[in-house]
């Protein structure tokens, strides 16, 4: 079993702030949170940005220069900064992981949090 915590969602002004963060733990498995997707309604679920172990961060265009993804791996955490904030952010965001056995690293799944929505009123 493999879990995702998610929090730091809530509703906030346009030009305002919010802070997620997702930490991942498994009892099986490794895991490893990667990042956040979210998606809006009657929209597809989509990419806002993603961290490798190593630091290398990768964002959709129109979040760049305003969210960051930060990530802490002895707590086995990924968090997203978010200012600037505009009512087209507005969306539930998911946090992604992959986790797999030990003894076999090549061999990855996928696991997604629960969900944290994010409003931005104008």
């Known amino acids: 079993q493999v879990k995702l915590v998610e929090s730091g969602g809530g509703l906030v002004q346009a030009g305002g702030s919010l802070r997620l963060s997702c930490a991942g733990s498994?009892?099986?498995?490794?895991?490893?949170?990667i990042g956040w997707y979210r998606q809006a309604p009657e929209n597809p679920r989509e990419l806002v940005a993603t961290?490798?172990?190593?630091?290398?961060?990768n964002y959709r265009d129109s979040v760049k220069g305003r969210f960051t993804i930060s990530r802490d791996n002895a707590k086995n955490t990924v968090s997203l900064q978010m200012n600037s904030l505009k009512r087209e952010d507005t969306a539930v965001y998911y946090c992604?992981?992959?986790?797999?056995?030990?003894?076999?690293?090549?061999?990855?799944?996928?696991?997604w949090g629960q969900g944290t929505q994010v409003t931005v009123s104008s």
């Open positions: 992604y992981a992959q986790y797999w056995y030990k003894e076999t690293p090549q061999f990855r799944s996928d696991s």
């Open positions: 498994s009892d099986t498995f490794v895991i490893r949170p």
């Open positions: 961290i490798s172990n190593g630091g290398d961060t």
